[in-house]
């Protein structure tokens, strides 16, 4: 499967200040989701987006985050106001066809954060 | 209850021996269950996933689903030091992916 490019690779910010994570999924993909893993703990669900509207998000994805699509490649995931414990890996994951088709869920390198 | 249950390890086994993982989990609406491999500071890669109960083979990876008991597995014969790594079992409804924890396994040569 062509692969999903997550930039920047590493990302440190201030505590407070806005972090925007990239995503480039290939042009057949409908279906994305971001995922975040911190160290030593499960890789945790946080939001899926099909027909560019959210389809579903967890508990974790509140008011500070927020995702979108808007030139039709780059799928990207806001985080406004970065606190100590958004220090994770975030993970991009992408899908085509149908939301049975598993072997196209594909996950990206990661964009590793470090709030500081 | 937490959803998906896996026992982190670590699991260290010598090379040629069979490597055995397992998760459990509680939600009965998952219909595709999958098992990953991480490598550090990477993205989960997919190894192999089921649809139904019963068994499924691919080469040297065995995935076994038991949906009357909430529980799957996943056997490696013959392990080599390249499969040291970090298994994640994952399973899925309509959208998401719910992971297990991950079980580190190292190969000893």
């Known amino acids: 499967e062509p692969e999903v490019t997550q930039t920047p690779s590493h990302q440190v910010t201030q505590m407070g200040q806005e972090v925007i994570l990239r995503c480039v999924p290939i042009s057949n993909h409908l279906y994305f989701y971001w995922y975040r893993q911190i160290l030593g703990q499960k890789v945790e669900f946080l939001v899926s987006?099909?027909?560019?509207?959210?389809?579903?998000k967890s508990e974790i994805f509140d008011d500070q985050f927020s995702v979108e699509r808007p030139d039709g490649s780059n799928f990207t995931l806001k985080i406004r106001s970065t606190k100590l414990e958004d220090s994770a890996m975030y993970f991009c994951?992408?899908?085509?066809?149908?939301?049975?088709?598993?072997?196209?869920?594909?996950f990206g390198s990661g964009t590793r954060l470090t709030v500081v | 209850q937490k959803e998906v249950e896996q026992d982190p390890g670590p699991l260290s086994v010598p090379e040629g021996a069979i490597v055995s993982l397992n998760c459990t989990y509680s939600n009965s609406a998952f219909q595709y269950f999958m098992w990953y491999r991480q490598y550090s500071r990477k993205g989960p890669e997919l190894l192999m996933y089921?649809?139904?109960?019963g068994n499924k083979e691919d080469g040297r990876f065995t995935a076994q689903v038991d949906k009357s008991s909430k529980y799957i597995s996943l056997f490696i014969r013959d392990s080599q030091p390249s499969d040291s790594a970090t298994y994640l079992c994952?399973?899925?409804?309509?959208?998401?992916?719910?992971f297990g924890a991950g079980t580190t396994v190292t190969v000893r040569a």
């Open positions: 987006f099909y027909n560019n509207e959210i389809s579903e």
């Open positions: 994952a399973m899925k409804g309509d959208y998401k992916l719910s």
């Open positions: 089921t649809y139904s109960s």
């Open positions: 994951a992408a899908q085509g066809r149908g939301t049975q088709n598993l072997e196209g869920y594909t």
